[in-house]
């Protein structure tokens, strides 16, 4: 038996094929092949589109897949099966960070276009038809919201008078001088899995499994451990400098006058830790990666 398990194709690739690296998991992309080859003989990849990952794993064609919360809402206000996936685990990252992307409303500076209401009658451009109509509803303004098939920021002002847009800094919205005026949601990326997949043993055993990992190696992510040795009466103030995952880990050693501490700590935080615990005469202070935090 193997899990049919859907791989975004396309921006989100690259960082999921990474995330699986660090969760223990290889996977070998061609550019000639849509399935991927894994070092996981229980499993099989498929490389899917983001924004249909949702309706295969509906369907059944795929037990599981990762996609955006984006791309499944767009999906259950569609017309294909509803009602038949589940979440199974919530994974904060994107193609550029690990954080949420969102999806805004923008319209260029220079126009009089400062809220929803002033789109009454005009032309919205967006690869997120359904929830941009479901929006634009909700706010009881009449808007013809179009299908862009990409570069839908340089639409404005000329092929559409303002687009829904999904960005992690708002970075190229400003170079292509448009002012974001709302944000329509939030979305990070999620292992779905079929109704019918979760309902066998097996394929459920398999799919928490990934997602353990997959979420052990997020948890991981921008985290370091550190080791040092400390005299015991030195050790409040020590502790007193590390902030910690949980309560740092705290041995004894063979010279009873010292031990040693075990910790887990943000790492854009260890320059600035390390000459203060230094100063606070820990010595033997080791800094180590991490892959995984299962909590």
């Known amino acids: 038996m193997k899990l049919k398990l859907g791989i975004p194709k396309g921006s989100l690739q690259e960082a999921t094929v990474n995330l699986f690296a660090r969760a223990g998991f290889n996977i070998y992309v061609s550019s000639r092949s849509y399935f991927p080859a894994i070092d996981d003989p229980e499993i099989e990849c498929m490389l899917i589109r983001a924004q249909e990952m949702a309706r295969y794993v509906s369907d059944g064609v795929l037990d599981a897949g990762l996609t955006g919360q984006d791309w499944i809402a767009e999906h259950e206000l569609g017309d294909g099966r509803t009602g038949v996936l589940t979440s199974v685990a919530d994974l904060v990252y994107a193609k550029q960070s690990f954080g949420k992307v969102r999806w805004v409303l923008a319209a260029p500076e220079d126009s009089a276009i400062r809220s929803a209401a002033d789109l009454d009658g005009k032309t919205v451009a967006t690869e997120l038809v359904r929830v941009a109509r479901a929006y634009f509803a909700s706010h009881g303004v009449a808007v013809n919201v179009e299908f862009s098939w990409g570069a839908t920021e340089v639409k404005p002002p000329t092929l559409a008078d303002a687009i829904v847009e999904v960005t992690e800094t708002g970075s190229s919205l400003r170079a ?90 943000e790492e854009r935080t260890v320059r600035d830790l390390i000459p203060r615990l230094k100063a606070a005469r820990a010595e033997g202070i080791v800094e180590y990666p991490l892959n995984k935090i299962v909590l």
């Open 176 to 265: 292509n001088r448009l002012r974001i005026l709302d944000t329509i949601m939030e979305s990070n990326t999620q292992l779905v899995a079929n109704r019918d997949a979760l309902a066998d043993g097996w394929k459920r055993t398999k799919i928490e499994n990934v997602a353990l990992l997959l979420k052990a190696a997020i948890e991981a992510q921008g985290r370091v451990g550190m080791m040092l040795n400390v005299r015991r009466v030195d050790l409040a103030e020590v502790l007193g400098l590390l902030p910690a995952l949980q309560r740092p880990t705290i041995s004894a050693l063979s010279d009873e006058q010292w031990v040693a501490v075990n910790t887990i700590i």
